[in-house]
Structure formats: C-alpha cells, structure tokens
C-alpha cells in the first residue's frame, strides 16, 4: 500500500480548519471514542450521525484510541476493541493505533481507573505484560495495530530499561506497528527523560508507520504534551531530521485540542502543512503494511525488584490521591511529577465535568468563586476515582454534590436540569424532570453568566430534548492531552 501523506486528527470544532485546509489534506485520523455514545444503560454505541458529519471530511481515514491503552497488566476492554473493529472496518481505515501505557489498575476492591494514561513498568516483567495486552488487541482487530510512544514526566529510575529499548522489546515481541509522536518525545528529553537521538538509536524505525506533531506547553517547570497550538520551532527541525529516516512511514498527522481550535491560525494551519509535504520525500516503493511475526520473548530472570502489578498500583493511586502504603509508593511519591500528574488529573477530571454539568458548574463558580469550586473538585476527587467517560464522571460528581451539600441557591433544580440535559443526550430521547422553581429563568440568568434572581417558585415540569449532539465517551477525563 502507498502512503496516505499529510493531515490533521480531526476534534470537534475543527471544521473551519478543514475546509480551509481541504486542497491539501491526504489524511484525517479520528478517535473512535469521539463517535461513541454512552447510553443510560451503559451500552456503548456508534454516534451514526456523528459518523455521518465525517463522511464529507476530505483525505483517506485512521483510528487512533484514546482511551483503551496496552501498556498495562489489565488487558484492553474487550468491548472497546470490538467497537474499534467495527469502526476500523466501515472507515476503510488500513490500520489503527493505540498507546503504550495504562489507565486502569486492578485491587482488591475490583479495581479503578487512574484519570490518565500512566507509563507502563519499564522492566522485562513489563515488557512481556505489555506484549500480552497488545497482542490481545491485535488478535482481536481486523487491521494492523501500531502503539505510540507515549509522554512520562517521572525521573529515570536505577534499574528500568531505557525508553527506547523498552519500546522496541515491546514492538518486536508484539509483530505491532510503531506510532511516533515527535512532541512526545521532544517532551520527554526537555522533561529528562534522556536524548531524542538515544531513544530513536533504539527503536526499530523500519516498523514506524506514522508520526504526530503538536504543540505544547510548560508548566511547573515541565514541558507538557498538551496539543494547544502549532508544532514549535525546535519540534519542526527534528521533524526535518526524522521523517526522511523512516522508510515505512505512511502518514504525519498534526494534533490539536478542541480547546485550542478557537486560536488556530488557518493561513498557519496551511503552512504546516505545505511544510510538512516538502519535508519529507516521497517514497516510490515501500514495504508491506503487514505485522511481522512476533519475537520470542526471553523468560524473566527473578532479579526485577518492581512488578508490574505493583508499579501500577502505586503509580496509578499517587495520580488519584490515594496513598499506596508501599515501599515503591513512598519511592515515587518522592518524584515532583507525581504532584504534577495529580493536578492534571484533577484538571481533566474537572473539564469533564463542566462540559457535562454547564449550568451546575457556572452557578458553582458564580456562587463559591474560583477557589471554592477548587475546594469542591479537591474533595471529589479525594473521595471519588475517576471514571473513563465524562457522563459517568458528571453523574458521580452530582451525587457527590448531593451528599455534600454545599450551600449554593437553587443548586437542586439546576443540578437537575443538567442531568436531565445529560440523560437526553446519552440516549437520544427526550427526559422530563420536576423541578421546584421556573427553569426559564434559571436557565436564561446562567446562560447569561449572572446569579438568577428570585425566579418563580412553584411545581415545573420541563420536558428536555438534545439540541446538542450526544456527550461522547471520548470527552473523558482519562484522555492523555492538554491541563
């Protein structure tokens, strides 16, 4: 198969840029999760008329996940995959990617999930879990399946495998594809974690299909992956030097966030992407686009001091807050990025939360202020994991609210009118809610950003419709991206 070329990873919000950008456009990647809807009985199904929206969308298609990652001891869940399949094998897409990392943690209460995706245990015990978890997804896709490098923020730690040859172990004992995203490795050298040029030493990059640029961010002293604008000026030239070396690469694709949209530059948007074209040679013939037999692994040699399991279990509960107890525990939470990776989940966490619960969230922020509402969301997330999807996030959040109680007017009724709202869209279906004071007035004060006041009070009855489109599960506070 030739390659695809050029092009954007599609978010919502970023239709201007595509029709600016149409002429020059090879290749959009979606993110399954975007065109999937979490219903009220927890049935994941296909936004067919979000698909429908995407069947104008100019260029060839990939899938890359976002919330699935095979880095870690759980196996991928198996009905995501299935989606993924089924969504790979509409869109003609030839092959899909997901990371290498992990989000979810098993304990003995049945396990929780992180808010982010973790780096995985960079041992050998971790690269056979690793190899376990992407072969389980591979087997059960009907297209290839790369992984992408993804960003760490820990200090290098005595006794793991370097970044790149712990990739690479994980790749040739998979047979999968390689995802290289240029940002996160760039951040991972400014972050410490050791030279691009060491780690690319490493890697196989006859197995990298496509490459991600982004822009990003510093913060707390560390440079974030957080995809808000366009690719800097350092990224660019190490772009430059790397896209000619890969001589099985199919597609370069260019990341933003939704929040970012709004600022993009569609004359700069363009120029990148000419850029971008004239950067990186036309191939006349390139390999097979095929997965080459696993390696055989070697077996483990009893000398590892950190499990997998328990790597997970400390690192997964220092980024929700959780003190694990445990020696590795209380080794990591010495490391300034465990503070750092609490306060991006809280952040994620709280964003899910706002698109999902609008008016609650503007009458909490008009009432209690910024800092309040931080106090709030530190309570909420001390008490509460994270869940995947930000519907189940707003639904937890709300009963927490209600258990709480914070004194805030007319909380109940608005808290009420939004989980209505929520419940229309997940299932597509209007949803009549009771409510003790006039919603119009509420409803027509918050929108305007100002306190209601003295809205009618009596016994309302408000039937909700989704005018909006349906909360998608990839608006999820366990997606890896901007603070």
């Known amino acids: 198969m030739a390659r695809l070329g050029v092009g954007l990873t599609y978010v919502p919000g970023l239709d201007r840029i595509l029709d600016a950008a149409a002429d020059l456009l090879d290749v959009v990647e ?3 999760q975007s065109l999937w809807r979490v219903r009220g009985d927890g049935e994941i199904a296909v936004d067919e008329d979000a698909l429908g929206r995407l069947a104008d969308v100019p260029g060839a298609r990939l899938l890359h996940g976002v919330g699935n990652p095979v880095g870690g001891c759980r196996l991928p869940d198996p009905r995501h995959t299935a989606l993924f399949g089924e969504l790979a094998e509409r869109l003609g897409t030839p092959w899909v990617s997901e990371h290498l990392a992990f989000n979810r943690v098993t304990d003995e209460a049945g396990g929780f999930h992180t808010g982010f ?14 190899v376990r978890s992407v072969r389980a997804m591979a087997e059960a896709l009907p297209v290839p399946l790369a992984v992408e490098i993804g960003t760490n923020y820990l200090r290098p730690r005595t006794g793991e495998l370097p970044d790149g040859a712990f990739v690479r172990r ?9 995802l290289l995203d240029l940002h996160n490795v760039l951040a991972n050298e400014r972050n410490g974690r050791g030279p691009v040029e060491d780690l690319l030493a490493a890697l196989p990059l006859d197995r990298v299909w496509e490459v991600h640029l982004a822009g990003g961010v510093e913060h707390r002293g560390y440079w974030l992956d ?7 000026d350092d990224l660019l030239a190490l772009a430059g030097r790397v896209l000619p070396r890969l001589p099985a690469l199919r597609a370069v694709l260019f990341e933003v966030t939704p929040s970012a949209v709004p600022d993009l ?3 700069a948007v363009r120029d990148l992407l000419v850029a971008l074209k004239e950067t990186w040679p036309r191939q006349m013939v390139l390999p097979p686009l095929s997965s080459p037999p696993p390696a055989r692994l070697l077996p483990g040699t009893g000398a590892e001091t950190v499990a997998p399991h328990d790597w997970e279990y400390a690192l997964g509960g220092l980024a929700i807050g959780r003190d694990p107890g445990t020696p590795l525990g209380r ?7 465990v503070g750092l990776l609490r306060d991006l989940v809280t952040e994620f966490r709280g964003s899910a939360i706002t698109g999902a619960l609008r008016y609650t969230m503007r009458l909490l922020f008009l009432t209690l202020g910024p800092g309040g509402v ?32 914070p004194v805030v007017p007319w909380l109940a009724d608005v808290l009420q009118l939004d989980l209505g709202l929520l419940r229309a869209r997940l299932d597509g279906s209007p949803c009549t809610v009771a409510l003790g004071a006039d919603p119009t007035a509420l409803l027509t004060d918050l929108g305007a950003g100002r306190l209601p006041v003295a809205p009618r009070r009596g016994r309302f009855s408000v039937r909700l419709v989704d005018d909006e489109g349906p909360v998608r599960a990839g608006e999820s506070a366990a997606r890896n991206g901007a603070p």
């Open 226 to 232: 957080a995809h808000t604008g366009l690719p800097d």
């Open 170 to 178: 994980v790749v040739e004992g998979s047979g999968c594809g390689l």
């Open 374 to 405: 931080r106090d709030l969301l530190d309570a909420y997330v001390r008490a509460c994991p994270p869940s995947l999807f930000a519907s189940d996030e707003a639904f937890t959040f709300a009963d927490h609210l209600t258990r709480v109680r």
């Open 30 to 32: 979606i993110e399954p």
């Open 265 to 267: 530059d569609m004359r």
């Open 117 to 130: 995706m973790l780096p995985p245990c960079q041992t050998e015990a971790g690269v056979r879990s690793a």
């Open 331 to 337: 080794e990591l939470a010495a490391d300034p990025a």
